[in-house]
């Protein structure tokens, strides 16, 4: 059988630090886009950097959201065994 506990408070502090690489990947986008030398459409740094950011973001969103949906899960079950 398997078991798995999990703390709302640690998803939710996992996804407040993602949402901060998320912005150092932001910052080094910016820093990337001057770049001066012509690759293949989607082969240079600049390209790779969105990809990562985008990936990024469509996992932070989700876990984010399921921070909240299972704090409130857990609020409605707490409440009920009062």
Not at 2 to 18: E, K, M, Q, R, T
């Amino acid at each position: 059988m398997s078991l798995l506990l999990a703390s709302p408070a640690a998803l939710a502090a996992a996804a407040v630090d993602l949402i901060g690489v998320g912005a150092s990947l932001g910052s080094a986008n910016a820093a990337a886009a001057p770049m001066a030398a012509v690759l293949a459409a989607g082969a240079d740094e600049a390209s790779a950097s969105l990809f990562s950011e985008a990936y990024h973001n469509q996992f932070v969103r989700p876990l984010h959201a399921s921070a909240d949906a299972y704090a409130l899960a857990e609020a409605a079950n707490a409440s009920t065994h009062r």
